[in-house]
T-cell receptor, first 109, second 116 residues
Framework: QKEVEQNSGPLSVPEGAIASLNCTYS??????FFWYRQYSGKSPELIMS????GDKEDGRFTAQLNKASQYVSLLIRDSQPSDSATYLC?????????FGSGTRLSIRP | GAGVSQSPSNKVTEKGKDVELRCDPI?????LYWYRQRLGQGLEFLIY????????KSGLPSDRFSAERTGESVSTLTIQRTQQEDSAVYLC??????????????FGPGTRLTVL
């Protein structure tokens, strides 16, 4: 079992709709959770971080964390073509930050 | 301010040669990470430096890989006797170390390594 699992996609969402990205992790002692966006040929950039159970909202983005289910998700409201990218879930455990393999999101006009 | 920089941006080498990749973190960032990203894959953790603590080398795939860091500044990742499977983008990231887990990583542009 991978430490951080994501559906590789591609996930195709119409422009203006809500995109929902999911991630599960295996280690219950994980402390912090991150969502990164990576455009093709570019480095990852941080979108959201979340540390406590519940929802955290930042503009069009909402991160959701459920530690009991070992599940973290990212919702993107009013999806735009510029949101088309690979979204990486990352989990911090002790000194390590472990990344999932990413979900490719495509926003269709 | 300046972000994380990496050099070279691209490196093409022959199988069996040694390569050295460099990372300059953001000034003041005590934590530094190296990752490998193969084409179409996620980020694979290699090594983590935090201040003067012993580095976490648990992600290094073989003894051909090593990394050094001078204090809280520059880091070099060395790959000896390169193999074709070493071809990947090598990413460096740095962060302030808060101790609370709330450490935002800032990534460099990466070094694309191609082993012929």
């Amino acid at each position: 079992q991978k430490e951080v699992e994501q559906n590789s996609g591609p996930l195709s969402v119409p422009e203006g709709a809500i995109a929902s990205l999911n991630c599960t992790y295996s280690d219950r002692v994980s402390q912090s959770f991150f969502w990164y966006r990576q455009y093709s040929g570019k480095s990852p950039e941080l979108i959201m971080s979340i540390y406590s159970n519940g929802d955290k909202e930042d503009g069009r983005f909402t991160a959701q964390l459920n530690k009991a289910s070992q599940y973290v998700s990212l919702l993107i409201r009013d999806s735009q073509p510029s949101d088309s990218a690979t979204y990486l879930c990352a989990v911090k455990r002790a000194s390590k930050i472990i990344f999932g393999s990413g979900t490719r999101l495509s926003i269709r006009p | 301010g300046a972000g994380v920089s990496q050099s070279p941006s691209n490196k093409v080498t022959e199988k069996g040669k040694d390569v050295e990749l460099r990372c300059d973190p953001i000034s003041g960032h005590t934590a530094l990470y190296w990752y490998r990203q193969r084409l179409g894959q996620g980020l694979e953790f290699l090594i983590y430096f935090q201040g003067n603590s012993a580095p976490d080398k648990s992600g290094l795939p073989s003894d051909r890989f090593s990394a050094e860091r001078t204090g809280e500044s520059v880091s070099t990742l060395t790959i000896q006797r390169t193999q074709q499977e070493d071809s990947a983008v090598y990413l460096c990231a740095s962060s302030l170390y808060s101790g609370s887990g709330a450490d935002t990583q800032y990534f460099g542009p990466g070094t694309r390594l191609t082993v012929l």
